[in-house]
């Protein structure tokens, strides 16, 4: 694992052709009513891999598309440079529509959208260099002009000291480092990562994010991400839209979604995410409906000022509950904070009907996921 | 044994090398390309040609099942008028490289369904031209099974060439019937053999080290 100290090094001509253009707010991927059926010979109805999707990216935003397996985030991805061409609907990258175009014109617009993938999809035949150095013979660049450029970007990865060595000799990590450089060659507008981190283990996992999350800020640059993995979205993502059998179910600010999701998918990725699930034995025991001697157990999720609030106690005092916490965990989503709680609110009905409604009153989300029966 | 012997045995060497070679050059400039089309006119590849790839397809196979014996007699006229007799080395090389070619290509497009497609889509998104791809991705990656396509050619086009004495084409494998089994010479017969394996052997290490030149997997 290569280690780069300190910020990152930026070569000033690579800085220089696309600054941050924090003000720009100009769409930079624009899928609009697309979808991709899949015909197979024999057979009339086709498979519908992706159903009338809308996604807007707006220029220097790191979007992601989170989904299971099977949900079409394959399919998404390759919409946006037409490795797979939609069946209805227009792409736009850059202001420019790829669904019009075919053949050279179609290569040319891909020169300006890089993509890395999850097996890294290095040339084995070739050096690390000559990897990175591919996407700018494809242009018919100049050999001098491509030392020029391929040096830098090594540099950038924090590779330049393998630059002679082929990828069988890298780590994961060090080969999707590689693919960065390789997709970063021919200065492109927007990056496509394709399960980028998949394939790595959860430190260098860490490192590669990083690394796009330094590139989108110092470069400018656009990135939509297709992942199966909360944790990317987390760090990385601005926006994050929900793939589910082929349609976006979901879109929000990724503060919002991590604190609020509004399907019921988006909240099972949450909480999958969270690992914040009732023990096992309480489980077994909660009921649907109340009973004579029941009290409700409740999953909260503060986020804002509610975090800092001290509920709990109030809670007590005010409505004359116990609380017992069953699980409790903070975490921080970009600049929110998120606090997710289970808890038994003990007390007779009309006391915890009261410290319900107390806690909805107070902007944190509610959910009764059931009651258990007291012996006592 | 007879200075004359040596010479005939040398002779025949000099013919079967020659045999070998120049089929050899010749498959392999026609077969690698072949091989190339078959994979790339397959469905969902490159330069998706159904009707093509299944013509091709056809004809490779014809050229695949005729027996080298069959097709050396079968195609005497056409041996003929490529290269005006239908006796001898020249004439052998014609059904040689004729029966090489489909054998290379199918080893090829074989070499080739080994690359991942996960490189070609990489190509594809970098904006690369179906003849780069041809160029910078498909025949260097399988730059090693090309190699080994070629030794199990050259090696099949040794033990082939032996049968070119039906057509009075001469090598190894003549001088081996001729002299050490119709004249009982069981010591012409071991000399023959015995350069056979040689040569193949020598094929065989110079195809592996080739391609364990070239494999950085």
Known sequence: ?376 | MSSAMIELILEATLDTLYMVAVSGLIAALLGIPLGVMLYVTRPRQILAQPALNGVLGVITNIGRSVPFIILMVAIIPFTRALVGSSIGTNAAVVPLTIAAIPFIARLVEGALNEIPPGLVEAAQSMGATPWQIIAKVLLPEARGGIFTALTVTIVTLVSYSAMAGAVGGGGLGDLGIRYGYNRFNPTIMLITVVILVVLVQGFQSLGDYLVRKSDHK
């Open chain 1, 1 to 376: 694992m290569a280690t780069r100290q300190g910020g990152l090094f930026l070569p000033a001509h690579l800085l220089a052709r696309t600054g941050p253009g924090a003000t720009s707010v100009a769409q930079m991927i624009r899928l609009q009513n697309v979808s991709k059926t899949y015909f197979s010979k024999g057979k009339d109805a086709g498979v519908e891999a992706l159903k009338t999707v809308d996604l807007h990216v707006p220029k220097g935003q790191i979007h992601g598309v989170i989904g299971l397996s099977g949900a079409g985030k394959s399919t998404l991805i390759r919409c946006v440079n037409l490795l797979e061409r939609p069946t209805t609907g227009s792409v736009t990258v850059d202001g420019q529509e790829l669904t019009g175009l075919t053949g050279d014109a179609l290569n040319q617009a891909r020169h300006r959208i890089g993509m890395i993938f999850q097996h890294f999809n290095l040339l084995t035949s070739r050096t690390v260099f000559a990897n990175v150095a591919l996407p700018l013979e494809l242009m018919g660049m100049k050999k001098a002009e491509i030392a020029e450029r391929v040096t830098p970007l090594l540099e950038l990865v924090g590779l330049a000291d393998k630059a002679r060595q082929h990828p069988a000799q890298l780590s994961g990590g060090q080969k999707q480092r590689v693919a960065i450089a390789r997709a970063l060659a021919s200065r492109p507008r927007v990056l496509l990562c394709d399960e980028a981190t998949s394939a790595l283990d959860p430190h260098t996992t860490g490192s590669i994010l990083e690394l796009l999350r330094d590139i989108n800020q110092q470069l400018g640059l656009t990135i939509l991400l297709i992942t199966h993995e909360m944790e990317v979205v987390k760090s990385i993502c601005h926006r994050v839209s929900l793939i589910s059998g082929g349609e976006l179910v979901e879109e929000a600010e990724v503060g919002d979604f991590f604190t609020a999701p509004r399907t019921q998918l988006g909240r099972d990725f949450l909480n999958d995410f969270l690992e914040l699930e009732p023990p096992r034995a309480l489980i077994e025991r909660l009921e649907a409906a109340p009973g004579p001697h029941s009290h409700p157990v409740v999953r909260l999720a503060f986020s804002g000022d509610a975090v800092s609030t001290p509920l709990i106690s109030r809670l007590a005092r005010e409505c004359g509950v116990d609380v017992s916490i069953l699980q409790a965990k903070v975490e921080s989503i970009q600049d929110r904070t998120l606090g997710l709680m289970i808890a038994e609110l003990m007390g007779d009905a009309d006391d915890t009907r009261r410290a319900l409604s107390y806690l909805e009153t107070h902007d944190l989300q509610v959910e009764v996921l059931g009651h258990v029966q007291r012996d006592d």
